[in-house]
């Protein structure tokens, strides 16, 4: 697509259900990041993928949050037992080759809120 | 350990006057720099990038920053601000594995008619 699509826009959950959250990069880019933004706190590093492989986890805030990547392209954000917490929202960025130099693309985020 | 401190997280001026947004950085080794605009609804865009090249980087919109490694800072400036130059400006600094950027806590640019 044109640029990083992200799904869904919104999400309204209850504590304690499970979320997941789709990240569409741009075609050919290898590189995919997710970040959370939360008020007032910038954007914090969650994890970062190289083709399919996750060589940087080191930012996923519990064992209750996980992401995958299949295909090199579509990524998962999945939250397990959703606490109250973890209302932010949620970037997704690619970079052609994922080099520290290279600019990232963002998409528009989902917001979530958890009740 | 590299981080990124944004020393001001408002800043409010006037049409036409100029604009300063102060970025101090801490860095192990030559750090990439970068400088991400996010306008209200809209996703992040970068505005300008620091990769040890020219000190002084020019940036889509006017914005400009100079890297100056004696100051550890990196500010962004604009001569005259325009009312379309309200967002929240974020100040980055490459990290110390691949794939990670270390994004500050923002500054939120209020512009006055």
């Known amino acids: 697509g044109a640029g990083v699509s992200q799904s869904p826009s919104n999400k309204v959950t209850e504590k304690g259900k499970d979320v997941e959250l789709r990240c569409d990069p741009i075609?050919?880019?290898?590189?995919l990041y997710w970040y959370r933004q939360s008020l007032g706190q910038g954007l914090e590093f969650l994890i970062y993928f190289q083709g399919n492989s996750a060589p940087d986890k080191s930012g996923l805030p519990s064992d209750r949050f996980s992401a995958e990547r299949t295909g090199g392209s579509v990524s998962t954000l999945t939250i397990q037992r959703t606490q109250q917490e973890d209302s932010a929202v949620y970037l997704c960025a690619s970079s052609p080759r994922g080099s520290v130099h290279e600019k990232l693309f963002f998409g528009s985020g989902t917001q979530l809120s958890v009740l | 350990a590299q981080s990124v401190t944004q020393l001001d997280s408002h800043v409010s001026v006037s049409e036409g006057t100029p604009v300063l947004l102060r970025c101090n950085y801490s860095s192990s080794y030559s750090p990439s720099l970068f400088w991400y605009v996010q306008h209200p609804n809209k996703g992040l865009q970068l505005l300008l990038k620091y990769t040890s090249a020219a000190t002084l980087v020019k940036g889509i919109n006017g914005f400009e920053a100079e890297f100056k490694k004696s100051e550890t800072s990196f500010h962004l400036t604009k001569p005259s601000a325009h009312m379309s130059d309200a967002a929240e400006y974020f100040c980055?600094?490459?990290?110390?594995?691949?794939?990670?950027?270390?994004f500050g806590k923002g500054t939120k640019l209020s512009v006055k008619p």
């Open positions: 980055v600094v490459s990290g110390g594995s691949q794939g990670n950027l270390i």
């Open positions: 075609s050919g880019h290898t590189a």
